[in-house]
């Protein structure tokens, strides 16, 4: 492995761990709060929680959905039940009464959360 100043290069990195997709270590659900998108995402394991805290921010929740939300994504922890909860501001083009998104309640935004591939220890 090679080490820059101390710590391990990009490629030594990937060589140590592998993308995982959020749906083998989580379940989810979501929903719609007016124009905001709400996505519980929830350990399988408690073990996984710690990974999921560290590994699933708003800013990389932000990066992923770029596409399809206008404003800032808030994240909460609920370590007793093993979760985090997402919102999604500007995601849903007004709200599910006023809406012609197809989905205009949200319910997709969870499976397409798990689709969301993070770095774990081999």
């Given at each position: 492995?090679r080490?820059?100043?101390?710590?391990?290069t990009?490629?030594?990195?990937a060589r140590?761990?592998?993308?995982?997709?959020l749906l083998?270590?989580?379940h989810?659900?979501?929903?719609?709060k007016?124009d905001t998108?709400?996505?519980?995402?929830i350990?399988?394991?408690a073990g996984d929680y710690?990974l999921?805290v560290?590994?699933v921010?708003?800013?990389?929740?932000a990066?992923?959905?770029?596409?399809?939300?206008?404003?800032?994504v808030?994240?909460?922890?609920?370590?007793?039940l093993?979760?985090?909860?997402f919102?999604l501001?500007?995601?849903?083009?007004?709200?599910?009464?006023i809406?012609?998104?197809?989905d205009?309640?949200?319910k997709?935004?969870?499976?397409?959360?798990l689709?969301m591939?993070?770095r774990?220890?081999?």
């Open positions: 492995m080490r820059v100043r101390g710590r391990l990009r490629n030594a990195r140590r761990t592998r993308l995982v997709p083998a270590l989580a989810a659900r979501s929903g719609d007016g998108a709400n996505v519980g995402l350990a399988r394991r710690a999921l560290k590994e921010t708003a800013a990389r929740v990066r992923h959905f770029r596409a399809l939300i206008r404003g800032p808030e994240r909460f922890e609920l370590p007793n093993r979760a985090l909860n919102l501001h500007g995601a849903l083009d007004g709200g599910g009464t809406s012609l998104k197809t205009a309640q949200g997709v935004f969870s499976t397409a959360l689709r591939e993070i774990v220890s081999r």
